[in-house]
Nanobody, 128 residues
Framework: QLQLVESGGGLVQPGGSLRLSCAASGLTLDFYAIGWFRQAPGKEREGVSGISSSDSNTYYADSVKGRFTISKDVAKNTVYLQMNSLKPEDTAVYYC?????????????????????WGRGTQVTVSS
């Protein structure tokens, strides 16, 4: 059974950092692209970042470029999202999702409908 579990969220002051983790089970990351999405109250779910199954390509939304970094540890079957210089507008529930795009694919899906498996999310609150 495919499962994704997010962790690492919390309350942080503006300018602070958090590292989110997406632990995968029932799948091997070599075959899956992983995306991070977020949803704030009253807003649509938006793509934040993504990494291809080959690791060769990544995607970042313009709003997080230069502040967020996505990485993957295949041995731990975990994808990370390092978030620096956090802003109040980064406050949201963050979800990771998996798309079985094929082994060592270079494609990074950026739309929610392209992903088949979702985690339950972790809350990130940026506030002083």
């Amino acid at each position: 059974q495919l499962q994704l579990v997010e962790s690492g969220g919390g309350l942080v002051q503006p300018g602070g950092s958090l590292r989110l983790s997406c632990a995968a089970s029932g799948l091997t990351l070599d075959f899956y692209a992983i995306g991070w999405f977020r949803q704030a109250p009253g807003k649509e779910r938006e793509g934040v970042s993504g990494i291809s199954s080959s690791d060769s390509n990544t995607y970042y939304a313009d709003s997080v470029k230069g502040r967020f970094t996505i990485s993957k540890d295949v041995a731990k079957n975990t994808v990370y999202l390092q978030m620096n210089s956090l802003k109040p507008e980064d406050t949201a529930v963050y979800y990771c999702a998996a798309d079985q795009g094929g082994r060592y694919s270079d494609y990074v899906p950026i739309h929610p409908y392209e992903y088949d498996t979702w985690g339950r999310g972790t809350q990130v609150t940026v506030s002083s």
